[in-house]
Each structure stands twice: as C-alpha cells, then as structure tokens.
C-alpha cells in the first residue's frame, strides 16, 4: 500500500502523543513507517510544513460564529480550543511554533473563528484582528505553560501539588478588558 500524507500526519501525531514535540523527528516518523526517510518528502516538503499540518490537525476547523454573545462565544472558543491544545503532549508548543512559522498562504489561522465571532458582534475589523490574536497568543500561553508544568510534575522535579489554574481568571480578564474598552454598536449582541 502506498505511502500517503494523511499516514505521515497519523503516525507524526502518535509519536507527538507518546514521546514528545522533543523526540519528533522525520527519521523517527520513516522508522515507525517503515520507509526511508527520503519516502516521506514526496509528501511532506520537510518537517516545517509537517508542523503546520500537525498544528492544523489539532486546532481541527474553526467553529462558526455562533449566535450568542460575543463575550460568551470568545470564552467558549478559548476553551475549546485549550481543549484541544491539552488533548495532544506539547500541542501548546507545536501550535505556538506552528504559528510562527506559517504564512497566510498555510491555512492555519487559530484565531479565525473568534475573529469571525468579533466581527458578527460589530467589532471593526482591525479590533477583532488585535483581540482575537491576543486571546489566542493568551490560550497559547497559559496551555504550555499547564503543559509544561504537568510533565515537570510526572518528572518528579516539581511537587505533586495541585496548581490553582488561572486560565478563566486571565480570559475573563481579557474579556472585560474588551468590553471595557469597545462596545460593539449591535443592541442585544455584546
């Protein structure tokens, strides 16, 4: 059976999950295959693009904007996609590298669906850009640092103590910052 992307992704994925962004490497992916290494670059131009395709897979389709309040529809999107980030080791960090590393022409745009929330809600279109890459850099952030800290704790080098999560303090932060700072000019919307 011929080799395919959606295979490489599969398998990229796997090994994500069970070592770590760290240990993920396109000799690693050719040998669980059982291919050569070259085999996997008529598919994947090289690991960059691999990340990006990863990245995608994990922030899965944006969600449509839906018919709530903007600050309840930005809230519900930031969870969901902490959600997603946290089902997968390190998808925090491979996300955040996957972002940098894109350009608009990669198809991995985290933030659409928030922005597409903000703009239905009547934010103009550079408000919506600036928050909703704010809110997503902020989703980013507290989930790799959450990450982290969980496979420092599983190392044994912090203790096993629960860490209060401040991920709903920190949104409803930004949130209320938002409103605080632009009211959208939809009655019955924000």
Known sequence: MPLTADEIERCALGILDR?????????????????????????????QQLLIRLARRIVGEPAPAAATAWAAGL????????????????????????????????????????RALLRAAGFPQADATAAAETALHYVLGQTLAWQARDQFRGLGVVEDAPVPDSFDFGL??????????????????G
């Open 19 to 47: 070592y770590g962004l760290g240990d993920l490497s396109m000799r690693r992916i050719a040998a669980t295959l059982d291919v050569a290494p070259g085999a996997l670059y008529w598919h994947v131009p090289n690991k």
């Open 75 to 114: 809230t519900a999107w930031a969870h969901a996609l902490r959600s997603r980030l946290l089902a997968h080791r390190d998808g925090a960090e491979l996300v955040s590298s996957a972002v940098a590393l894109a350009g608009p022409e990669s198809g991995l745009d985290p933030a659409a669906a928030a």
């Open 172 to 189: 409803t932060v930004i949130v209320d910052g938002l409103a605080a700072r632009y009211r959208p000019e939809r009655p019955g919307v």
